[in-house]
């Protein structure tokens, strides 16, 4: 992945600005602030309540993995050491555990699918 050369960030191909001289290798951030594209010419720089949304599809995505690690943390600093219910809990996060993965799996295709509503159309333009 190219590297702008205003900012230093490495981005994909289509968070680039396109053009030749100033233009060249500028992500579309730096684009935006030097005044060499204007915001409506670049969809891929989100406007901040798509940003929100992509970043709360994202942390749907991934935050239940952050849960179950912090209840198998609680489990084992807090819980471990009840009989009953030690081993009641133990079961009951070892089956969501286990469900977890599955439902990751199953849940991709919906995840892409919001994902790409939420992301800007890009046509790689000729010669790149
Ligand atoms: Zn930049």
């Known amino acids: 992945m190219p ?10 191909r289509e968070n680039f600005i396109h053009g030749i001289g100033p233009r060249k290798d500028v992500c579309v951030r730096c684009g935006v602030e030097h005044k060499f594209v204007e ?3 670049v ?8 940003t929100t949304a992509r970043m709360t599809l994202l942390a749907r995505r991934y935050s239940p993995f952050l849960w179950v690690i912090l209840l198998w943390s609680a489990w084992v600093t807090v ?3 009840i009989a009953v219910w030690g081993l009641a809990s133990a079961v009951l996060l070892g089956l969501t555990t286990l469900a977890l993965i599955p439902w990751f799996v199953l849940s991709s295709a919906a ?10 159309d ?7």
């Open 43 to 50: 969809p891929i720089l989100y406007d901040p309540s798509t």
């Open 111 to 120: 995840y892409q699918a919001k994902l790409a509503r939420l992301s800007a």
């Open 3 to 12: 590297a702008c050369r205003l900012c230093g960030g490495i981005y994909p």
């Open 79 to 81: 819980l471990s050491g």
């Open 122 to 128: 890009y046509a790689r333009p000729p010669g790149h």
């Open 39 to 41: 915001a409506e010419e």
